[in-house]
T-cell receptor, first 111, second 117 residues
Framework: GEDVEQSLFLSVREGDSSVINCTYT??????LYWYKQEPGAGLQLLTY?????DMKQDQRLTVLLNKKDKHLSLRIADTQTGDSAIYFC???????????FGQGTELSVKP | GAVVSQHPSRVICKSGTSVKIECRSL??????MFWYRQFPKQSLMLMAT?????????EQGVEKDKFLINHASLTLSTLTVTSAHPEDSSFYIC?????????????FGPGTRLTVT
């Protein structure tokens, strides 16, 4: 079946690194995503990774993928207060384009 | 990235009335759009897949007669909530594939907050 799970909350201090974790169940997923949602807003695509990659780095963001354990993580370096938001992990299990979302991790950055 | 807009951003309607929400792809053509619903502090739930020129595909448990979807052009899909009730109050978000049609180019609208009184 299709299921994506995330921890619900993460609190860090400004300047620290944040690591948000996600597990998924569908090993056929070709694409895995991280989206950011600020209060009252839609979703912003942060980054994505193809299933044949182990790691992808994009400025302050690092995505790690462990296909064997079906584990995906998003690391935000030098976390800022503006990074406070809900972060969703998502997968597309097939070519139909239907995104399966995790529950979202609420990141709180304290000054 | 590509831009998807929604209108209105907020709407308040009385119970029993219908309300239409528009989703537009502003700088690209979208043959497929998706409609999601999000309750407070919860994840997004896919309601339906909207295909240009054909009937929408609804997810299990979503009433197609209550949530009417029309995808009449390559840049516009509409969701009409018919005979709205307070339990239909929610945040509705649409998404669309980008110009390449590749799965990873899926962009989201800013959402529409519906409140039914």
């Amino acid at each position: 079946g299709e299921d994506v799970e995330q921890s619900l909350f993460l609190s860090v201090r400004e300047g620290d690194s944040s690591v948000i974790n996600c597990t998924y169940t569908d090993s056929s997923s070709t694409y895995l995503y991280w989206y950011k949602q600020e209060p009252g807003a839609g979703l912003q695509l942060l980054t994505y990774i193809f299933s044949n990659m182990d790691m992808k780095q994009d400025q302050r963001l690092t995505v790690l993928l462990n296909k064997k354990d079906k584990h995906l993580s998003l690391r935000i370096a030098d976390t800022q207060t503006g990074d406070s938001a809900i972060y969703f992990c998502a997968e597309i299990p097939n070519q139909g384009g239907k995104l399966i979302f995790g529950q979202g991790t609420e990141l709180s950055v304290k000054p | 990235g590509a831009v998807v807009s929604q209108h209105p951003s907020r709407v308040i309607c009385k119970s029993g009335t219908s309300v239409k929400i528009e989703c537009r792809s502003l700088d690209f053509q979208a043959t497929t759009m998706f409609w999601y619903r999000q309750f407070p502090k919860q994840s997004l739930m896919l309601m339906a897949t909207s295909n240009e020129g054909s009937k929408a595909t609804y997810e299990q448990g979503v009433e197609k007669d209550k949530f009417l979807i029309n995808h009449a052009s390559l840049t516009l899909s509409t969701l009409t909530v018919t005979s709205a009730h307070p339990e239909d109050s929610s945040f509705y978000i649409c998404s669309a594939f980008g110009t390449s049609g590749l799965a990873y180019e899926q962009y989201f609208g800013p959402g529409t907050r519906l409140t039914v009184t």
